[in-house]
């Protein structure tokens, strides 16, 4: 399948996508904030960079895109263009993501990850359900919190 934009505007299109200060990493910092939960944003000295840290808790919270990170949900399609190319770059992210979770879980983080199909995308979970959940985990004692859409659910 050819692509229905020219190199020179899709080469536009792509590098206005942002690393950093996402709209879904500003809506998870949002509903922390207005939780009265205080943090720190992309932390260069932990593995990973962190999209939120909150010292006082030993929490990470990792805002993923589904595509970038190659979640398997109803927002991911690989690209029809391009293939391998694709392939080993999100492949690599995924194994980058591992990475910095384990080195992050072995140094006594507990990490979140927070799924865009959680936010945004027909199966989003609602924002006060989704801020009750982050506030929950954050104040526990689990290790590990997943918040991924609910594909396949009615709503």
Known sequence: MTDIVDR?????????IRGKNTRPE????????????????HVKDLPGKPDIVL???????LVH?????GHGCHLFKWPGTRKKFWETKIHRNMEVDSEAIKNLKDAGW?????WECSIKGR???????????LARWIKGKRSVLE??????RRR
């Open 110 to 114: 507990r990490v979140a990850i927070v």
């Open 55 to 61: 010292p006082k808790f030993r929490v990470i919270i």
């Open 65 to 69: 895109g589904c595509f970038w990170h």
């Open 147 to 152: 918040l991924k859409s609910h594909e396949g």
């Open 26 to 41: 500003i809506l998870i910092r949002s509903l922390l904030h207005r939780a009265g939960f205080r943090f720190r944003l």
């Open 8 to 16: 020179k505007m899709r080469s536009r299109m792509m590098s206005g």
């Open 123 to 133: 199966y989003r979970i609602d924002e006060q359900v989704l801020a009750g959940r």
